[in-house]
Every structure is written in structure tokens, then in C-alpha cells.
């Protein structure tokens, strides 16, 4: 099983709400709201996109990098999880 199939109902709950934020700004132009409120509902949802993609990259890693028996001095785990913190300070 993928790492992404482990995690599918987080992720899908992520997308369902980035789809709600999606949906917001529709409306908020249909309305003509003023920019300075849609441009802070669509950075919200880029932000909202960004941690989803760091989500599935953060498990991608765990996955297929880290020996889930490997113990946590071991230097391919430190290696991980400093990527994994890399990907964090940059997309979320």
C-alpha cells in the first residue's frame, strides 16, 4: 500500500477543504468583492495548496527514505527529517 493510499481520507479532507476555499473566491468575484478581500481568500487557498503538497512530499519521504526499523540516530532517518523540515520552512 502507498503512503498516499495510508493517508487518503487526511488528504481528501485537505482537497474538500481547498475545494470550499476555491468555491469562496468564485463567489467573491461573481460579487464584485473588493480585491484586497479575494486576494487574501486566494492566498489562503495557495497556502492551503502548499501544505498539501508538502503533506504528500513529508510522507513521499518517510516512505521511501527512512527504514521504519531503523533506529533514530541512524543517518539516513537525521537526513529524513531534515528534508522533511526543509520542505516545511519552504512550502508552509
Request: proline share 2%; net charge negative.
Amino acid at each position: 500500500m502507498s503512503h498516499v493510499a495510508r493517508e487518503k481520507q487526511k488528504l481528501l479532507n485537505r482537497i474538500k477543504r481547498m475545494r470550499g476555499q476555491l468555491e469562496a473566491i468564485e463567489r467573491a468575484v461573481e460579487a464584485d468583492t473588493e480585491c484586497t478581500r479575494v486576494l487574501q481568500q486566494a492566498t489562503a487557498a495557495r497556502g492551503a495548496l502548499d501544505g498539501f503538497i508538502a503533506e504528500v512530499i513529508e510522507d513521499h519521504i518517510r516512505d521511501t527514505l527512512v527504514d521504519p526499523q531503523a533506529d533514530e540516530q541512524d543517518p539516513r532517518r537525521i537526513a529524513a527529517e531534515d528534508l522533511v523540515r526543509i520542505v516545511h520552512t519552504y512550502l508552509t
